[in-house]
């Protein structure tokens, strides 16, 4: 019994620290007297309805990093089962979520979902508004973003 209590304090200690651990890069960033030269914010969740937390999560970082860095690029890559909240027919269900995506490939942020995810569940481009770029594989896309230089920030619930 004794080993689960410490096993479920520490189980919870260490969700705590990972929940600050995203809004503390962000800040890590902020901090930097030059900007890097983008940022991809990795989106990764088995909460279909995650997005309802993440984007406007990633919005407010986006403007405190273009407010910062008025030059810096930024990206979000999605590519778990969360992606899903970004298809046509989630439009008027995830209403917020999609305004608030267009609103970042509007600024300059492009959105990407993972296609192989997608074919996983018999899914293909043509179920995503066109504002939403399916790339062949999400975690490719976030290497070649990485490639450039930008840096990874994972987006974990706040």
């Not at 960033?29 to 999560?57: C, H, M, N, S």
């Not at 008027?92 to 979902?113: M, R, Y």
Request: with cysteine; glycine share 6%; hydrophobic share 40%.
């Amino acid at each position: 019994m004794r080993r689960f209590i410490l096993a479920s304090i520490f189980a919870l200690f260490s969700i705590g620290l990972s929940q600050a651990s995203t809004q503390q890069e962000i800040e890590q960033l902020l901090a930097q007297k030059d900007a890097p030269f983008g940022v991809v914010f990795e989106i990764v969740d088995g909460d279909g309805d995650a997005l309802k937390w993440a984007i406007p999560a990633v919005n407010q970082y986006v403007k405190q990093l273009q407010k910062r860095f008025p030059d810096i690029g930024l990206a979000v890559v999605s590519h778990g089962s969360e992606q899903f909240g970004l298809m046509t027919n989630k439009q008027q269900q995830n209403a917020e979520v999609h305004k608030t995506v267009q609103s970042l490939v509007a600024s300059d942020v492009p959105v990407h979902v993972c296609g192989t995810h997608a074919s996983w569940r018999g899914k293909n481009a043509n179920d995503f508004p066109d504002y939403v770029d399916v790339s062949p594989a999400g975690p490719t896309e976030i290497r070649n973003y990485e490639e450039m230089g930008y840096v990874l920030i994972e987006v974990e619930k706040p």
